[in-house]
């Protein structure tokens, strides 16, 4: 089979959305694990790790961000493409639609993938420019290096509540994505079978729960210690 | 005895020709026998519309008993009615309460086009299995049983996926009208044997290739298809088509 064939094909389509949906997976899961360094009273321990990141491992980072930045970006152009190919294909739609139930899947999160989608990606520019991009504050740390100060632009966001639940909406509404999504790549990539299906549909739930408790703990936890709260 | 007789009320889609503009049209049917099937009850009403000189409403079927794949419509939203693992045939009146108003959809979908009422062109099936839903094989007469080798659970599992009839509710209650469960079942029935081997990779690549030049839309995992499908056949039978699609990605 020709390369263009595969890549133009609907199942071609949806492999590479599930391939790149799970390297997503993977980015999103090591960035909640470096989160966890905001729970540290020292301050010093998450600007050491953000320091680390942007200036230790030389041009690793740029190739990551580049990479990370082809995944967003392929995962949802592919998606928009799949989707309006969706649309087209039923151009009368029903006058009622009712869940079949028994052995279907489909959920409010299986069909609404393509919102939870945009919102996801439009609230990431929104992230980049508060965080990344956002206020940049030197200090020195307890061991004299002069490196930017994250941790005060991170809890200095948090401290205003009404960013904190829209935060934890977003972070909501990427578990919701991704207890579709994950198990959902698997099938896409044929890995799936009777066994096999009811482990990675369980596995999908729970990772999406834990992730998502996740992402919504770490500013509710900040506005509490640190931030507005107090 | 006692009568249990149900009146129904219908809203049955109409369209004239496959140009026309179609619409519901109201319909009241009284001493529907709870024992008839759907069918039947679609023939009542027929009989008194053509007593009163009008166009009788023209849906698909043929054996009447779930094996030919002929009839199909959507009712109250959900295809081949109610009752998972059934063909529309196979619904009963009783299955419905006195009074109640039924909604009787035609499938919908760019490559189902309506030919009229409730009958869709279902070709876009019948080419997608002539790009590759068979083997090439000299038949001749029949060889010894035991010379070619066949696991008993590869056996079974290729004739779940032979029981597929071609109705096409998997594309009418598929949110992206996707014809995926079709063909992963038709892939898989060769798959799973040692007689599709041979073509297995030309299969899979000509199916595929025809099942989106049909228009048909892409598989989200949402697995409504599986839920209404008559024989049903599970989505891991898409799982098995896309395995044998990676297979002929790399052939």
Known sequence: MRFSTFSYSSLGKKIY??????????FVTVHLIGNLALLSPDKDTFNKYSH??????GGIILVAEILIFAFFFFHFLYALVVQW???????????????????SKKTIMSTTMIYTGLIIIIWLVIHLLNF????????????????????????????????????DVVMILLALHLSHG???????????????????RGFGYLYAIVLGAGFVFIPVWVYLTIGGAR | MENNNLTIKLKVWRQ????????????TIDDVNPDMSFLEMLDELNEELIKKDDLPIEFDND??????????????????????????CEVRMRQFKDGETILIEPWRARPFPVIKDLVVDRSAFDRIMVAGGYIDVKTGSAPDAHTVLVPKENADLAMDMAACIGCGACVAACPNASASLFVGAKVSQFALLPQGQPEATKRV????????????????NHGECEAVCPKNISILAIARMRREYWKASVH
């Not at chain 1, 504050?137 to 632009?153: H, Q, S, W």
Request: proline fraction near 2%.
């Open chain 1, 17 to 26: 959305m599930a391939i790149l949906g799970l390297l997503l997976v993977s």
């Open chain 1, 52 to 57: 680390f990141l942007t200036h230790d491992i």
């Open chain 1, 85 to 103: 190919n969706n649309w087209k294909a039923r151009p009368i739609g029903y006058k009622k639609v009712k869940n079949a139930g028994g052995a």
């Open chain 1, 132 to 167: 990344k991009y956002g206020e940049e504050v030197m200090y020195t740390t307890k061991d004299g290096m002069l490196i930017r100060d994250l941790y005060a632009t991170v809890t200095g966001y948090f401290s205003n509540i009404w960013n904190v639940i829209f935060y």
């Open chain 1, 182 to 200: 994950f198990w959902s790549a698997f099938q896409s990539l044929g890995l799936n079978g009777p066994r096999f299906m009811k482990f990675i």
């Open chain 2, 16 to 27: 004239e020709n496959a140009g026309a503009k179609g619409k519901f049209v109201d319909y």
């Open chain 2, 63 to 88: 054996c009447r008993e779930g094996i030919c794949g002929m009839c199909g419509m959507v009712i109250n939203g959900t295809a081949h009615g109610p009752k998972s693992g059934t063909t529309t």
């Open chain 2, 205 to 220: 690549e000509a199916m595929v290739a025809q099942m989106d030049e049909e228009g048909f839309g892409a598989c989200s």
